[in-house]
């Protein structure tokens, strides 16, 4: 058998070693029972077809899609501008699951060796591409098809949307101890935009332009977005000549505020509503897209979203587990992610785990446990949590939902920080906490799979501002507290280490007819 070795799949061991993807210890996927397997609604309605292709796309009820740039069509989402396939990837048919377990058993036993100078460098067909792709077999097994270079830490992208993508998977130490199970992360804040929503952007972006909504006359685009679909708009519309237009909620952090003001977007700050407000932020921007007659965005009801993370995160997630992989975690602001990573997943593996994680003040954890689309409690935590089914969350049910309380997922985005070098946002705390939750419950030999969102500094005034912290009776980072003792410990030797006034008055002198540039260096 050809081995299954993937060039730009790998696994990050920490932040300075890496390793590639693959295992020779001859375990096979585990395949977990799923008490809910027909829980799971279908995103598209099934229907009679040739081959058995799904031909109906749900409609999109929350609010009116008319200027989205993405319009339901006749075909799945999932199959438009491919080859038909025979079963649908988000309800696979018995045989293609077994022959997806069946093929991860075999690339375990026979182990997936590391890349030779003889082979690393081919880009060999049948070594990255799944015999059912090449054989038109399920859309699925077609998206895990990739094309790389040597290394892809060191491939050349042609622009900014190139460039967005193969993240590392990178191995928490500390939440793996925890949970006494394999935990790993998507270091999505890697993107060249800096968080996971450089994805949907890219596809809304391009989907925008196939259609003929964006493009030509048409410059302007206009979104609803915290902070983070909006900054990688901007940038990936750079290129373009594409101006952007930013709806956010005042309560967004003012490091977010200014990244969107340097990325070239033209913020427009509305005041914070309840998601059934006519002037709610996504709403209202809806409505400005109109007057204005630009595109509208609309990344939560816009399935190039769900699409996105379909089509590449789910892949390369299954590409550097080597399909060996029980239980994925996410949390859900427009749902994209979490849907599409799994709908992904469960395609290539039914008995997967699949945990949603949530806050307190977001409705989805009541939603999807006790059935009624309610909300209790707040938190500081931006850009998760949800008070209605968006269109991105349509048909998706998680195995499991968890609620985070803000002690929690703050506790865990400061360990990142503290314990592995990872400075990421209080989003990605949520997630890792979720992920030993799950951890814990499937048990000790699984192996996890969550996401690392974006980058801690755009939320620098609050998780690394002790004052805020304090008010609102959060924990304060170790880190912070110890650089204070540090610093009265090394005070004495800092004052010392300035040069004798005697010298600095000697060299003053000798130099003081020197002709210099005002503010010169030298």
Not at 155 to 175: E, H, Q
Not at 229 to 254: M, N
Not at 277 to 287: K, M
Not at 332 to 361: E, K, M
Request: a positive charge; one cysteine or more.
């Amino acid at each position: 058998m050809a081995s299954r070795y993937l060039p730009w799949s790998r696994i990050v061991r920490s932040t300075n070693a890496s390793c590639w993807a693959g295992s020779s210890t001859g375990q096979s996927a585990c395949s977990l029972p799923r008490s809910q397997k027909s829980s799971a609604l279908p995103l598209f309605a099934r229907t009679a077809g040739q081959n058995g292709v799904i031909s109906q796309a749900m409609t999109l009820q929350p609010h009116d899609t008319s200027r989205c740039s993405f319009k339901p069509s006749s075909q799945n989402l999932y199959t438009r501008n491919s080859p038909r396939y025979e079963s649908s990837p988000i309800l696979p048919a018995r045989r293609h699951a077994s022959a997806a377990s069946a093929g991860s058993s075999q690339v375990a036993k026979e182990g997936v060796p590391k890349p030779t100078r003889e082979n690393e460098g081919k880009d060999n067909e049948a070594t990255s591409v799944p015999a059912t792709a090449k054989e038109g077999g399920t859309f699925a097994a077609a998206a895990l098809q990739r094309r790389s270079g040597r290394n892809p830490a060191l491939r050349v992208c042609k622009d900014f949307l190139d460039a967005v993508g193969m993240t590392p998977l990178i191995y928490l130490r500390k939440a793996s101890q925890e949970a006494r199970c394999d935990i790993y992360a998507k270091c999505e804040f890697d993107n060249p935009g800096g968080s996971v929503k450089d994805r949907p952007a890219k596809y809304i972006l391009q989907q925008a332009e196939r259609e003929g909504t964006l493009g030509g006359s048409q410059k302007w685009i206009v979104e609803g977005s915290a902070g983070n679909t909006a900054i990688g708009l901007a940038l990936a519309s750079k290129p373009r000549g594409y101006r952007v237009v930013c709806v956010i909620p005042d309560t967004q952090t003012e490091d977010k505020k200014k990244m969107l003001k340097v990325c070239g977007a033209l913020v427009v700050e509305v005041p914070f509503q309840k998601v059934w407000h006519p002037d709610h932020f996504v709403a209202y921007s809806g409505r400005l897209a109109s007057v204005l007659n630009a595109c509208w965005g609309c990344q939560f009801d816009n399935l190039a979203n769900k699409q996105s993370h379909f089509e590449t995160t789910g892949p390369e997630i299954w590409d550097q587990m080597d399909g060996r992989i029980d239980g994925f975690v996410s949390s859900a602001g427009t749902g994209g992610t979490v849907s599409g990573v799994s709908a992904f997943l469960r395609s290539q593996h039914p008995g997967i785990q699949i945990a949603l994680a949530d806050v307190p003040g977001s409705a989805l954890y009541r939603y999807f446990t006790e059935g009624q689309l309610r909300a209790e409690g707040s938190s500081v935590v931006e850009n998760i949590g949800q008070g209605r089914i968006t269109g991105q969350l349509q048909g998706f049910r998680p195995d499991v939902a968890y609620e985070i309380p803000d002690v929690e997922s703050l506790s865990w985005t400061h360990s990142l920080l503290e314990d592995e070098g990872l400075a990421v946002g209080m989003s990605s705390g949520v997630n890792v906490a979720a992920a030993v939750r799950l951890g814990k419950r499937l048990g000790p030999g699984h192996r996890i799979v969550t996401v690392l969102c974006d980058q801690g500094v755009r939320y620098a005034k609050k998780q690394w501002n002790v004052n805020f912290l304090k008010e609102e009776g959060l924990p304060c980072p170790r880190m912070l507290q110890d650089q204070e003792q540090d610093r009265s410990a090394i005070m004495e030797a800092v004052h010392a280490a300035y040069a004798p006034r005697d010298l600095v008055e000697k060299l003053e002198k000798e130099h003081e007819n020197d002709v210099s540039a005002p503010g010169s260096k030298v």
